[in-house]
């Protein structure tokens, strides 16, 4: 295409007639292109405001503590003192718990809809799956105060303790919030996630693996869990860490029943805090420049922790796509 | 056409302007008054159609950031400003903040015993050791000895605090730092603090939310949440040693007081007043205005309000479970009101 | 092969593929479950006092959202206006006229963007529209929501465009349309549907939306005039009210979130039959 606009150009400019219309159309290519150049440089130009401003506002902190903002546990807006590790590992834990209950649930989820279902069953699950992927999280908190929560106090709570209650992740008192409750609500938020990608990288995987497998002498089961899901290995890891980076920035859903104790505690019952909790509580209230700055740079933080899951995630999907397209 | 467009000048002109302009003004802060605020608000605009007071309670603290930051047109905090607040507002908005006690109000002892009909008596110990952390159980002595004849549970106290900046938490560590030194050393005072042990609300009506759904929770709250959500909660002692459950009576007692010396910018503390029926954890609530307003329409409807909260607003004040100012302290705000240019 | 261990397999077979439906079974259920909790609770607290009325003051009961209604609809149409244009150009941009380099950077700062906490961009939506003038704002709400629609859109135009057949421009062209012309009159129409359902589908998601609201847009007691105010809205409303203590409040959040939910659920569906129905089955 390009070579031929270069070679009109090369001819000489005509001044009327059906040489000029065509030159004034490919004028317009350029400005077209000049258009939507310019828009697309606005997503360039909006994601590096937003680090500039997140870098910029949170100067302040980042002077003083530098890098043991990092370990100090201490969050205390009197006397000057902030330090993101009670949130660092409130984020982590809840995640960690939440994968812990979604990855199973999800992955069984998707290997049977992918595997096992007949196709229009599998269509049709999975697309009231996406429908629980676009629940607005707050919606999620309310069921998490209402439901969620009394259930841990009264039944699931107690239930843990008698089984396991000598572990330390199950010692301590139980207030139906904490973290194994916010856990719990990043699970069901999460799950959809996990078993729509993984889905659909397992329908990738060639029928030929399955068929050989099978010809073996596998049983379905074995077919499954040892040849195609090692094969979509990568790309499943891959819906793993896009499911924990939106784990990580859940704000609404956690906050609501966390309990907002910024404390590192080993019992999952206890109240913590997570960063995209403590922002969306004191952000508004945040007297001081300095704790705003703190709160900002725990933001910047946030941004990090995701960015960095999200490129990993991506690479892995990607990795899959050129892995698993062999021509067969 | 000449004598049309005359005619019609002087129609316009000769209008009265009973069409008076829309005011909307934005104001932030404290959740202790806010049942008070957003009533007044309400009669107020229904007075007065034309002047419309926006009013979110995010806490003290965020009313004195957003007004600092100058996002809202006044703020509320039931935690007086201090002088380091008072002279970064003064950098970032070239004049000084005036502070107008609306209400007085109590912060009560709110607590969720399941099958416990008795009311609770707390010492000054029992307040702090639970809030420090040092009394676990419903059942420890210091709070059993208060209350004898009462079976209390042997659980452990769920201890429910602020998770935002509160005026609320301001009043109440107030008190705590002015009975007990080790809480004075170890937490401080101050609308956010470190706290020992807890689990956290967002505004007063976070705390009531979580108090009322936890079995064995304890919370400090203004007393009309605890009121208007069936709460139960308990006697505090006060300074004289006895103990009092907040009333009207016992909060107005509390500031007689401090009526009597109220300084000239009414930032003052009615915490532990002495008196046998004043109740400990009393204190005024107020509005932060600038001093200077430039937009004149509304400055003049800032002025108008605070007049009519001063007046006619105090009417509505016992209805809530607030007491009414002192005479002298409204006196002395009705004059004060000119201070806002 | 040992029976016993012949055996052992049959069943280790059957029982994990039980299993596996079993937790298909049980993520779709609980779809089920919020939808009836929320039309149980939701619908019981729907009356018409809800759509007309403003909130009373606090611990009365009664009253309504219809300011918060009326709010999440206006910030919604700022997120549309603002946002859909520039990731559809952007989009475009990206599927006709992109060179391969510069193209990657802007996907995977596409991709970047779209994987940022909303928290997050509310942060950065506070500091650069309410902050320099000092108010909060319908506008910065607005914008907020904007910055969430575009990454969305962006994917949703690029992807629909790539998959027009090359045959479809190439026939223009052959017919001497120019390339802006054939991208304008043949490609976009073409794509239309696919385009559209994915902006609603954008739209659907941002107006369930509360963090970046918190200190963007606040929240409102009465009417919001014009965009320089500060406006309530859905989300912000039933976070409001579910954690306050009064029943009366509870009431009205369940009927906040059904009607969120229907909503948001309602586009979700439509949009995604639209897009089964063209044999589309990639999950935007």
Known sequence: ?328 | MKKLALSMWLVLCLTPVAVAQNVSLNAAGATFPYPIYSKWFDVYHSQRSNIQINYQSIGSGGGIRQLTAGTVDFGASDGPMNDDQIKEFQTKNGCTVLHFPTVLGAVVPMYNIPNLTAELKFTQKAMVGIYLGTITKWNDPEISKANPGVSLPKDDIVVVHRSDGSGTSYIFTDFLAKVSDDWKNKVGKGTSVNWPVGLGGKGNEGVSGLVKQTPDAIGYVELIYALQNNIPFGYVQNADGKFLKASLAGVTAAASGGAKTMPDDFRVSITNASGAEAYPISSFTWLLIPQQIKDQAKRDAVKGFLKWMLTDGQQYNEGLSYAKLPKPVVEKELKAISQVQ | MSRVRLLWRKSLNAVMLTLTGVAAFGVVSILFLILGYLIWNGGRSLNWDFFTQLPKPVGETGGGMANAIVGSLKLLLLAALVGLPVGLIAGVYLAEFGGKAFSFVVRYTTDLLNGVPSIVIGIFAYSLVVLPVKHFSTLAGGIALAIMVIPITVRATEEFLRAIPGSLREGAMALGASKWRTIASVVLPAASGGIITGMLLALARVAGETAPLLFTAFSNRYWSPGWNQPIASLPVMIYTYAIAPYDDWHRQAWAAGLILLGLVLLANMGCRLVLNRRGITRSV
């Open chain 1, 1 to 328: 295409m390009s070579t031929t606009s270069t070679t009109l150009e090369h001819t000489a400019p005509p001044s009327a007639g059906p040489r000029a219309f065509v030159q004034r159309l490919r004028q317009g290519d350029e400005v077209a292109h000049v258009i939507t150049l310019t828009f697309a440089a606005l997503i360039l130009l909006i994601t590096s405001l937003l680090v500039y401003e997140l870098w910029i506002n949170s100067h302040l902190s980042r002077t003083k503590f530098g890098l043991s903002f990092f370990w100090t546990q201490i969050w205390d807006p009197i006397s000057g003192d902030f330090g993101a590790l009670p949130f660092i590992y409130g984020t982590l834990v809840t995640s960690v718990v939440s994968l812990v209950i979604a990855v199973p649930l999800g992955l069984a989820a998707a290997i049977f809809l992918a595997e096992l279902a007949p196709r229009r069953l599998s269509d049709g699950i999975a697309f009231l799956i996406d429908l629980l992927a676009a629940v607005p999280s707050v919606i999620y908190g309310l069921l998490g105060i209402f439901i969620v929560v009394p259930l841990m106090r009264t039944i699931l709570g107690p239930a843990l303790k008698a089984v396991l209650g000598d572990l330390p992740i199950f010692q301590g008192p139980n207030y139906g919030v904490g973290f194994l409750t916010a856990g719990i609500v990043l699970a069901i938020m999460i799950v959809p996630f996990i078993i729509s990608v993984s889905r659909e990288v397992l329908l990738t995987v060639p029928r030929d693996q399955r068929e050989a497998a099978l010809g073996l002498g596998a049983t379905r089961w074995e077919a499954t869990w040892k040849v195609v899901v090692p094969w979509a290995r990568t790309g499943v890891m891959g819906s793993i860490f896009l499911a924990l980076a939106r784990a990580l920035g859940e704000t609404m859903a956690v906050t609501m029943v966390i309990g907002n104790d910024p404390k590192i505690k080993a019992s999952l019952f206890a109240p913590g805090y997570t960063i995209a909790a403590v922002i969306a509580n004191e952000f508004t209230e945040a007297t001081g420049d300095l704790y705003l700055s703190s709160l900002i740079e725990l933001g910047l933080v946030l941004f990090l922790m995701t960015f960095v899951l999200n490129g990993l995630a991506r690479l892995l999907i990607i990795a899959t796509d050129r892995g698993g397209g062999h021509p067969s």
